[in-house]
């Protein structure tokens, strides 16, 4: 980069209004790095001629091999547009999905968003998935149509064709935007409908009656992308080459004279020009007229290719003339046709000239946030902007105002944290020697060379060592320092590795108010800190003086050291940063995991987490070769995590590191940086580990042949028994799959029943996690009489629009009355399965907490209560086929008979009154024994009493069975198991959306890769005008790997797949199925060992968390005869 330009970056810097932060966001191999290169190439970083072939923001080796961007990087760019002077922060980022996480990282400290779309290919999934994470994140999107040479050159469209392909692509963008503005626009009428409802007598009673008539008076025409507006450019990046409308508006203004406003309207569309009467009317096809676009712009370029294809050297020449440009002799006599192309064009058309000034026009500066993204990103969990405390409310004016004054808070997003190499840090670069230092190198030289010179003739002067010494602390000696250092560092290793070995993180950034300081001391917001807590932490408030505050969870305080100019590969030293820029900021990896909010005060609220499209799901358990090395890879693991937005490091029961990824090719990256980077050391990566999940289904009405159930002739009488070996003895099963269990103590009966919720209920109890949690909180601080007012009318409305969901899914007479009965959800407290309590003795619901008018007996039910919840959520999170979690089960319990405990109890308390007589006289055990019912959990009669028991040792509760609360925990989560085993019991498999892009010819080769490994074809449609197909299909995660390489490799890389989690759903086959019927033998024969592909999954997680597996170790063999025996 040319130097003198630093200076001029930092004076662009401070004009707000002039600043651009724009993200490119497309498709896998739509064409953004390519244009990245030529916007880049506008300002001499790299060669115009290199611009496509270089991929320079691509700076990863893997990113060059496999020709994917697999991180988002950001650069600077400046821009003139007659006076004005812009500085675009241009964010790279990439298109494969498994890299989603990186869109989001990018999108966040963006306020405009480029979308290129493939000419060819047109809207494909990601582009829908990126457009959509662009509009929840309230961000303004800009539309580049890209590759159009593919429509002259492949498909060899005629100009009309291409008009009328290009109008197509156009509407389907346009019908996605309707589609996110419809659902946005029917959300908040529905918001405000309700508020209505909760307050009728607000004033704003009438507007929200005629809002509500909604999307018809909605303006949403600006949203929309057309030529027209100005916020659609035509490319072909890798030519160099791309338009707007205007551009071509003006020329022809002033050949026809016609008005260019006029023709800003008319040149996209179906319009004409009469040039005899100089005037534009309306397309009449009859008449075969053209359209202006088609006529005036497309035939042009048509002629250009052709000619220049054709090398067709007059024309050309003709061409070059005529457009008024220079063509270097080079480019005219160098034989490939595309060098020409690109020269031609890049100066008739120069894409970045397009693109820029577009993104100038059309895209807001910081200055322009709206109000709305405010309120948002302060908003985080489900807090609503009300609820904030005033001085964070506050705040929304430093946002919108993004001011620079002393006075101004300092607010500051991280959305990532990267890791560099070292020698990429502008203080351990090499820079460029002055004249007198190289003057200063000369002599040094010349006077060693004496030196050798006298040392060989015998004398030894001791001036010049003495000269060295002080030429090394001379401020001109920097770099000769360096050299010497480096070969005194080759013998002595160890020492200095320790400092070396730090991978240096910084932190991708952007300030949303005030200036960021080099030197300045501001507060680290993690995700979870909340305003509230400082405010119940520090007495004084937001008014505490700041330098020493008592702890906060969630807050640290630090300090922030360098401050860095993105450049793409190159980083530039910065002393401070003016609001509304990019930037990397050195030194925060012990204070930021992921993403964090940096500002002055504690009053600022963590902004809301982003939302990433890929779910982490492919895991793999990693360990080192050789295990001495395990130090290392712990290391390595914390540091792979910090620089990954979407990976995840677990450590399992067993022992075992696990690295939850998004897909093979994340997974692949995340492994080559663990060896190469972050570890350094030889790893050894298991299979991976497919997650699955049990169930119960209704009892199946056919057999595995078709034949109806019960109407068949039972022959299998052994196979019959193997059934029932699952329950032990001493646990009764009554009709209906009711498990009736005793502790081992005898005093305590549960009798729990399992039944299959309905996929709608399952579903709906995913969606809302967030809102059970919330819900599991207020319970929570119920019990500990905590101050409930806390919670925001938003919440509750939230709870019980969630309560009314499951209500109307779960009618009938089996579900009466269950919705308000359900206990607690599991696992975890918030998963997908429920339980229900409706033993007539304790009556308790998630919804109200513990019911208030509880009988003298129920204070110790309450307590028991937590065992039984407890031993719900250990059945819950691993279930009895594979130890794997539990989903869509909810578990009833019928009868709880605690009646020989109760008298149990009696006894001891007699036995323990009597006792407290003797010693202490009577005050303690009364007041006890008569105390009021209505205490929290923790207060009860019970505790005081187990504590006492447990500490005499007497009562025959703790003695040889250990804690009461213990044994019912056990019970109760055999019982739960013991209930799903009487009960159709199934497998769930987690299922991909696979969307694959293929020719026609080789449409059947990627249909025998589907059903090779499972997959199901739900649609197939093809592309208007092009003869792609896209299918759509479901494929098991468990066939996934090697799926991506052997599609390519089966269509010779004319098909490549995208897959992104869905879903869970059930496998139909029985893990346990067994033929039982004359007709399932004759079908399946005696042994039945055709493959099940549920048992095959049930035995392989078997073995791998090594629980036993029943399986023949030898199917066939052969008794050995020994020659000795055959005599």
Known sequence: MVLNSLDKMIQLQKNTANIRNICVLAHVDHGKTTLADCLISSNGIISSRLAGKLRYMDSREDEQVRGITMKSSAISLHYAKGEEEYLINLIDSPGHVDFSSEVSTAIRICDGCIIVVDAVEGVCPQTQAVLRQAWLENIRPVLVINKIDRLIVELKFTPQEAYSHLKNILEQINALTGTLFTSKVLEERAERETESQVNPNSEQGEQVYDWSTGLEDTDDSHLYFSPDQGNVVFTSAIDGWGFGIEHFAKIYSQKTGIKKEVLLKTLWGDYYINMKAKKIMKVDQAKGKKPLFVQLILENIWSLYDAVLKKDKEKIDKIVTSLGLKIGAREARHSDPKVQINAICSQWLPISQAVLAMVCQKLPSPLDITAE??????????????????????????????????????????????????????????????????????????????????????????????????????????????????????????????????????????????????????????????????????????????????PVPHMACCTLENLYLLMGRELEDLEKVPPGNVLGIGGLQDFVLKSATLSTLPSCPPFIPLNFEATPIVRVAVEPKHPSEMPQLVRGMKLLNQADPCVQILIQETGEHVLVTAGEVHLQRCLDDLKERFAKIQISVSEPIIPFRETITKPPKVDMVNEEIGKQQKVAVIHQTKEDHRIPEGIQVYSGGLITMTTPNKLATLSVRAMPLP?????????????????????????????????????????????GKLEQHLTGRKWRNTVDQIWSFGPRKCGPNILVNKSKDFQNSVWTGPDGKASKEASRYRDLGNSI??????????????????????????????????????????????????????????????????????????????????????????????????????????????ALQVKPQRLMAAMYTCDIMATSDVLGRVYAVLSKREGRVLQEEMKEGTDMFIIKAVLPVAESFGFADEIRKRTSGLASPQLIFSHWEIIPSDPFWVPTTEEEYLHFGEKADSENQARKYMNAVRKRKGLYVEEKIVEHAEKQRTLSKNK
């Open 373 to 550: 993204r405010v309120e948002k990103l302060m908003c985080a969990g489900s807090q609503t902007f009300d609820s904030l405390p005033p001085e964070t409310q506050a705040l929304k004016a430093a946002f919108m105002k993004c001011g620079s004054e002393d006075t101004a808070p300092v607010i500051i997003f991280v959305s990532k944290m990267f890791a560099v190499d070292a020698k990429a840090l502008p203080q351990n670069k090499q820079r460029p020697l002055t004249q007198e230092e190289i003057a200063e190198r000369h002599e040094h030289a010349r006077r060693r060379h004496a030196e050798k010179l006298a040392a060989a003739q015998g004398q030894a002067p001791l001036e010049p060592t003495q000269d060295r010494s002080d030429l090394e602390t001379s401020p001109q000696g920097e770099e000769l320092k360096g050299d010497e250092q480096e070969v005194e560092s080759e013998t002595p290793k160890p020492v200095p590795q320790e400092g070396n070995d730090r991978e240096p993180f910084i932190a991708f950034a952007r300030v949303f108010s005030g200036v960021a300081r080099r030197g300045k001391k501001i507060f680290v917001l993690g995700p979870k800190y909340s305003p509230l807590e400082f405010l119940q932490r520090v007495p004084l408030g937001f008014s505490a003086p700041l330098d020493d505050l008592p």
């Open 869 to 978: 919840v407890s031993g719900f959520q250990l059945a819950t999170l691993s279930g009895p086929m594979c130890e794997e979690p539990l989903m869509g089960v909810c578990f009833v319990l019928e009868k709880w008979d605690l009646s020989k405990f109760e008298d149990q109890t009696a006894s001891d308390k007699q036995n323990q009154e009597q006792s407290d007589l003797v010693k202490e006289g009577q005050g303690e055990g009364e007041t006890c024994s008569g105390r009021d019912e209505h205490q929290d959990l923790q207060g009860g009669c019970s505790e005081p009493f187990e504590k006492r028991t447990s500490q005499k040792g007497e009562s025959s509760l703790t003695d040889c069975y250990g804690p009461f609360s213990g044994q019912l925990i056990a019970t109760m989560k055999e019982a739960c198991r013991y």
């Open 759 to 803: 996929e709608e209920v399952t579903q709906i109890l995913e969606e809302n996690s967030d809102v059970i949690r919330s819900m599991e909180q207020l319970i929570s601080s119920l019990n500990e009489d905590k101050n409930t007012q806390m919670i925001h009318q938003k919440t509750q409305e939230k709870i019980w629009e969630f309560k």
